[in-house]
């Protein structure tokens, strides 16, 4: 049950037995039955162990005594424990100190009180007034997850344990640990659970961890065997690290009365949180470099890479440049007396390496006919093979104009012939 710090009249239920539950006194709770232990993630100070014994006018007055000794006392043993020596302030000045009251047992009468209670002050005050340093060197976050195995079967967050309720109300401020707990709602019971402290992949396991902001897991373990209804409860508590379930530690606690379940779960508590600092002190407790590390992403088209100096260096010409480059189409004019003049040229032009094709695209017999040649080569080429084989050349753009020597010659002097129009036309005299 929780009690505002700020709310010290509250009704006097009946009387509790000196040994019966420890109440959990912490400010902000609700006493709804049943609902959920919210977190307690305050850095306070807490003060354990403060016996008070007081006498007043009605139960009321006698508990609000009680614990305005407590705050005294427990103010007192703090400082000592910090400074070395016990130093004292108002109540005034107390309780703007004190965050909350843990109630660990008590006994309440019509005009006494009698408790153990455990008092919380507030860290960040209590450290200036006291001068020390209020500094807590963590460890990375960690996702604490409370395994109970009750009955036969493990639980997690699948319905609500005592288990889970003690790691919630836990204050963990002056741990060296950096807990991550959850709450246990929404879908905190599909993605923590008794089959995922089984799975050692990390794939999955990151993605556990992404949803809770944590580092690394920690798996808190208990089974809780009752000798019999009522009776005296063992519970074997277990801690471990990481999703390959290295062992931190292990111990038993037992208690002799059925009522004082969630007494030991708070002793198993602390005693693991002892031990996961003392792992954390030792180096035992870092990070799994898997659990760090992301896999690679799958590259898309765009991200591929490519080999851009090969891409410089031989850069892909279009079509259109490879044949203008290699084959060149030459108009070729010569002279077609007779149909035998026709394929003759025709044979000859065919017979020069390179040529491809030779086909007399205007005949004009008696005059000049031209040939449509195509060539694997530039037109120069063609018109130094052609000399070689004897035939007088002129040159102009896109044509030549070939005759064969003593046929009307053309000479050195003769200017290059226009390109073709397609139509025949009769050979100029001595030209």
Same mark, same amino acid.
């Given at each position: 049950m929780t009690l505002a710090r700020k709310s010290l009249t509250i $009704? #006097? /239920?009946s009387a509790l037995a000196l +040994? $019966?539950?420890g109440a959990v006194l912490a400010e902000g709770?609700? +006493?709804a039955g049943g609902s959920a232990v919210p977190i307690d993630a305050s850095g306070s100070f807490e003060v354990s162990g403060v016996d008070v014994d007081v006498k007043g006018k009605d139960a009321d007055a006698a508990r609000y005594g009680g614990w305005r000794l407590a705050q005294r006392k427990g103010w007192e043993m703090l400082s000592r424990k910090l400074t070395g020596k016990p130093t004292s302030m108002s109540d005034s000045a107390l309780d703007s100190l004190v965050t909350g009251i843990v109630v660990e047992k008590e006994q309440i009468g019509p005009t006494r009180y009698i408790a153990r209670?455990?008092?919380?002050?507030d860290r960040n005050k209590a450290g200036s007034i006291l001068g020390v340093s209020v500094a807590v060197n963590q460890s990375p976050p960690m996702l604490i997850v409370p395994l109970e195995y009750s009955g036969g079967s493990g639980l997690v967050f699948e319905r609500e344990t005592a288990w889970a309720k003690a790691w919630n109300r836990f204050k963990s401020g002056g741990s060296t640990v950096d807990y991550v707990r959850v709450q246990g709602n929404g879908p905190d019971s599909m993605l923590l659970n008794a089959g995922q402290v089984l799975r050692r992949g990390r794939n999955w396991w990151r993605s556990v961890l992404d949803q809770y902001g944590a580092a690394d897991v920690l798996i808190a373990e208990v089974q809780i065997r009752r000798e019999y209804p009522g009776g005296p409860i063992i519970g #074997?508590?277990? /801690? @471990?690290? $990481?999703?390959d379930r290295q062992k931190i530690a292990d111990f038993a606690l037992r208690v002799d009365n059925g009522d004082s379940l969630d007494t030991l779960m708070d002793a198993g508590v602390q005693r693991l949180d002892k031990a996961?600092?003392? +792992?954390l002190a030792l180096g035992l407790l870092g990070t799994d470099r898997l659990l760090a @590390?992301?896999?690679p992403a799958p590259k898309t088209e765009e991200e591929k890479p490519t080999d851009e100096a090969t891409e410089v260096a031989t850069p892909t010409p279009d079509a259109g440049a490879i044949n203008a480059a290699s084959t060149s189409g030459v108009n070729i004019q010569f002279d077609t007396p007779n149909v035998g003049a026709v394929n003759a040229g025709e044979a000859a032009l065919r017979g020069i390496p390179g040529v491809r094709s030779a086909v007399t695209s205007s005949l004009a017999l008696g005059g000049i006919s031209v040939m449509r040649v195509s060539f694997d080569g530039q037109i120069a080429s063609l018109r130094a093979q052609l000399e070689a084989r004897g035939w007088s050349v002129q040159e102009g753009v896109g044509v030549l104009r070939i005759r064969r020597p003593g046929n009307g010659g053309g $000479? /050195?002097?003769?200017q290059p012939i226009p390109a073709p129009t397609g139509t025949g036309t009769p050979a100029p005299n001595g030209g």
């Open positions: $009704g #006097i /239920a +040994a $019966g539950l709770e609700k +006493a209670l455990s008092v919380l002050f #074997i508590f277990s /801690a @471990t690290h $990481g999703p996961y600092q003392q +792992a @590390t992301r896999p $000479g /050195a002097g003769q």
